[in-house]
């Protein structure tokens, strides 16, 4: 008994995906809703590979042809939410974006109340390779935080913590510095769960008021305004993410956006060692440093060295 040939072409789910039409889940939902046909007829199962061959209409519009994948690095101000449409009305990242932006979809989340580094792909594969724990890329954060954390509460989140029944995996954590009543640190994790630093943080006895993303991977904010967004260039993709040179093209620059008024992170926010200019990204190892710089004076003797992003155990 032989095994039946493997059909030509890709799922549909996945080509409608890399048209920037929608995310592969998305793409899935419309299909059994009934909204996709192929060569005028209606599919109910995204369980069909198609070829450049095939006609495909989404929704009444016939799909474009698949776009080269992109990468954007987006400053996200806080009071922005993170998703394409928001039951509540509210602003979202997607309407603050320039007007020139092809569709695009966020790599991973920020809160409404937390800002700074969010990537933008118009490539379903590339969201969903970068959002994989596997992928194991680490994302820094400079948090500031009500009270003077001590050695204990640090080590508790350096250990890993449990709450509310979820366990969170250890976290590297640095006290920058003590301002005033609050405390600046910097916290490396390697997941991406839900509010995650925060509920962490309050389990300790941490208020966090503050939450800026200053690094995705080699992926850093830099000194990327607020509502800017700046294109990954075509070589730092294929370096970064080991795509062929055909398949990634460079990108033209996109001016910055029309969200509220770009300014820099305030000073006592910035990471302990300012990193180049979020415009341009070195082609670096999968946790590259930013370049070294004035540190603030480190306070406590846990997590890594002032310069480098904390190591997670």
Known sequence: MTDSPTPAGERIAKVIARSG?????????????????????????????????????????????????????????????????????????????????PRVMSIGRLDLNSEGLLLLTNDGAIKRRLELPSTGWLRRYRVRVNGAPGEAAMAELRAGIEVDGERFQPMSVTLDRQQGANAWLTVGLREGRNREIRRAAEAVGLVVNRLIRVSYGPFQLGQLKRGEVSEVKGRILRDQLGMAPEDVPEGAPVKKGRGPAASSPARDARPASAGASGKKIRPAGRDAPEKPGRAPRRISGGGSKPGRPPRSR
């Open 21 to 101: 039409r929608a995310s592969r889940r998305e793409a899935e939902r419309l299909i059994e809703a009934g909204l996709v046909s192929v060569n005028g007829k209606r599919i109910d199962s995204p369980a069909l590979n198609v070829t450049s061959a095939d006609r495909i209409v989404v929704e009444g519009k016939a799909l474009e042809a698949a776009e080269p994948p992109r990468v954007w690095l987006y400053h996200k101000p806080a009071g922005l939410v993170t998703t394409e449409r928001d039951e509540k009305g509210r602003e979202t990242v997607f309407d603050a974006l320039p007007e020139t932006m």
